[in-house]
Each structure stands twice: as structure tokens, then as C-alpha cells.
């Protein structure tokens, strides 16, 4: 029988959506996997009843309730991976593609002599015997790799259309774990930078509102703040805006920055590169407005205006605000 173990990731107490949708996607697979069970764990402290109509589907939920687990540390987290696979007596293991988890998911890899497979979706995830399509080449090929190790262990990019699961309830059975947190740290925390509090992390956000090289100026950005404060949105950025530190690195979309998967991605000024296409293959809807009718963004986009963003969102921040008044 096949168990599946979907790492819950929390900050500050908060799980992330990421992983809640991950958990979802997995239960699916579970379901077209006869026999295969499903786990949980989830490290740090978090109250759970922020998981109540969020989760569905059954299985058993480990949690780390300790202070200790509260901030990543590789070695403990490591450890408390491990323990918690065998406790759950579970041959493949899930992370949400995020910046703890592409940092320890291959220290597990080595530590437990696992098949690593990273930035597939679940979709593309294929669990009788281990493997996982996945773009290549900035998105330019679709490449299939095998997992040859018993252990499996993919980090997988979200989707949006995994929004939506929240049709049946959870019936999940919770287990405290106790494991041991000894402080231990080869690489002690120097510093934790935190984002300001109340700023969406835009791997999380349902809508973004994203700028290129052509918004200009940091200046620019001003009008791409005010149209994702009117939609609940958050803002993103294109390299070469982080390169130029008109935004910050949190913010930066694509290959060598986030992936995302909004309901609605907003591209504005930005080209459409590979290495920037290639992060937001599974936003929603894609609307894009750039001067050049050629630029490849229109070739993803279900939305195009053609047209100087400097005119073209000025109108649109006006006609939105006329019709937020309206409602
Ligand atoms: C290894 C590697 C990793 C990379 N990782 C990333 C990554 O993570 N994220 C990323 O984004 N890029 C990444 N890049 C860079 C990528 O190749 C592109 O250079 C970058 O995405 C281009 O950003 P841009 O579209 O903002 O700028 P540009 O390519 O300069 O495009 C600006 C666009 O704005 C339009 N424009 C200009 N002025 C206006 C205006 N007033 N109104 C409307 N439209 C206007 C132009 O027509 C143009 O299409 C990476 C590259 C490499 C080699």
C-alpha cells in the first residue's frame, strides 16, 4: 500500500496555502491510487481550527505542536521529516515548491538515499512506481524523469484550479508528535528578515498585479500598488525591476524568483520571456498590457491591451474605482 505524507508548511502559525492546496491535489491522487492512505505533518505551532473547511478528504495529521519547530532549522526539520515517515509508514513524501522546502527537501534526498523530483505539479506527479513530467529549458520542453529509490519525494509547483477544493470536509484524525527538539544548529540563525506585516506573499496571492522593465521607475509602480490594493491583490515584479532595486526580491516572479498560480495575473509592461513565463504557467486568467502588439506575453495572455501602461492603467484604476462605488 502506498502512503503519502504532504508537509504542511506554517509561518508565524499560519499554514500556507500552498501547502492546503497541496494537500488537496494529493487527496485526489490518493483517490485514482486504490489503497493509498494519506499524512500529514505540520511543524510549529498553529492552531488548527484555521484548517476547519479548508482540508478535505481523510487521513492522519501529525503536529510538532513544540515552540522549537516554531522557526525552520534544516538539521531539526530534517529529523523531524524522518520520524515522522517512518510513523506514518510512508514511501512518498510531498513539499509545496518554496524556499524552505528547496532547501530541505534535498537535504532529506541524501539523508534518506530518496528520489528527489522537484517543480512538478501534482497533475504531472505519477506515483505506480515513481516519476513526474516537468518543463524543461525555461518551459521550452517537457521533460519525464523516473524515481528510482524506494522513498519518493517531489516539491511540487501549485495550481489554481486546486482553489476550489472544498467541496467534502476533512475527517482528519490529528496525532501530537513529541519528538525531540534539541537546539542543535550547525548553521545557528544570524537573522530573520520578515516582510511588513499585512503584505501578501505573492506565492500565495489570488491576484497579481505584476510590472516590467517597462513600468519605468520605482516611481511607476506607485500606479500598480493602487490597482492591487482596489482588486485585494499584491504586487509582483520582473527581474530586471529586483535587479534594479525598484522592487524587492520577494516580490520577483519567475525562474530565478517565485512560482505562482493566481486567479488573475495582470502583466504589465513585461516581455514574456521563458524564465518569466515559466513561473506563471499556472496562474488563471493572464491579462497583459505592453506597447508592443509582438511581445510573447500576448501569446500566453487570455487578455491583451495593447497600449502605453502610463495611459492605459491611470483608465483602468478610474473605471474600477467608479465601479467598486457602484456595488
Ligand atoms: C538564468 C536566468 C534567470 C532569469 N530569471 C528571471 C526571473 O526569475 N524573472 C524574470 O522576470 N526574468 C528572469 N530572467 C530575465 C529574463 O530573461 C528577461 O530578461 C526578463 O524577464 C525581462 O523582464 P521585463 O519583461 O520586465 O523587461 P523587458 O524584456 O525589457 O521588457 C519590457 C517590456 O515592456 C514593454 N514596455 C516598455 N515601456 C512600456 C510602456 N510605457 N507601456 C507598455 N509597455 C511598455 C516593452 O514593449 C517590453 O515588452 C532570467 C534570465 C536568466 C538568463
Redesign the pocket.
Known amino acids: 500500500m502506498n502512503t503519502f505524507l504532504v508537509f504542511l508548511e506554517q509561518r508565524e502559525g499560519v499554514v500556507k496555502k500552498a501547502s492546503i492546496d497541496l494537500w488537496n491535489r494529493v487527496q485526489e491522487l490518493a483517490a485514482s491510487n486504490p489503497g493509498a492512505a494519506m499524512s500529514a505533518l505540520l511543524a510549529g505551532p498553529a492552531d488548527m481550527r484555521q484548517l476547519d473547511g479548508r482540508l478535505f478528504g481523510t487521513g492522519v495529521l501529525y503536529h510538532a505542536n513544540e515552540e522549537g519547530f516554531r522557526l525552520y532549522n534544516p538539521q531539526q526539520y530534517a529529523k523531524l521529516v524522518a520520524e515522522s515517515l517512518k510513523r506514518a509508514g510512508a514511501t512518498t513524501l510531498f513539499f509545496a515548491d518554496t524556499a524552505l522546502s528547496r532547501d530541505l527537501a534535498p537535504r532529506l534526498s541524501v539523508r534518506l538515499k530518496a528520489s528527489l523530483l522537484s517543480g512538478c505539479t501534482v497533475d504531472d506527479a505519477w506515483v505506480d512506481g515513481g516519476g513526474c513530467r516537468r518543463p524543461v529549458y525555461s518551459g521550452s520542453a517537457i521533460a519525464s524523469f523516473v524515481a528510482e529509490r524506494p522513498l519518493k519525494m517531489y516539491t511540487t509547483t501549485p495550481r489554481a484550479s486546486s482553489l476550489s477544493t472544498t467541496t467534502s470536509q476533512a475527517s482528519m484524525t490529528v496525532e501530537l508528535l513529541e519528538p525531540c527538539f534539541t537546539g542543535e544548529e550547525l548553521f545557528p540563525l544570524v537573522r530573520r528578515l520578515a516582510m511588513h506585516k499585512g503584505v501578501q506573499d505573492v506565492a500565495e496571492a489570488k491576484i497579481i498585479v505584476a510590472g516590467?522593465?517597462?513600468m519605468?521607475s520605482a516611481e511607476g509602480f506607485s500606479l500598480l500598488e493602487e490597482l492591487a490594493g482596489l482588486l485585494g491583490g499584491c504586487v509582483g515584479a520582473?527581474?530586471?525591476?529586483v535587479d534594479e532595486g525598484w522592487r524587492s526580491h520577494a516580490e520577483?516572479?519567475?525562474?530565478?524568483?517565485k512560482t505562482v498560480a493566481p486567479a488573475l495575473y495582470l502583466a504589465?509592461?513585461?516581455?514574456?520571456?521563458?524564465?518569466?513565463l515559466a513561473?506563471i504557467g499556472s496562474a488563471g486568467i493572464v491579462v497583459a498590457?505592453?506597447?508592443?502588439p509582438h511581445?510573447s506575453?500576448f501569446d500566453v495572455a487570455d487578455y491583451g491591451i495593447v497600449?502605453?501602461?502610463?495611459l492605459v492603467l491611470p483608465k483602468l484604476i478610474e473605471e474600477l474605482q467608479e465601479f467598486l462605488k457602484k456595488r
Request: with cysteine; charged share 15%.
Open positions: 516590467g522593465r517597462g519605468g520582473s527581474r530586471p525591476v520577483q516572479i519567475g525562474q530565478t524568483g504589465c509592461a513585461i516581455s514574456g520571456a521563458p524564465q518569466h513561473a498590457i505592453n506597447r508592443d511581445a506575453i497600449g502605453d501602461v502610463h
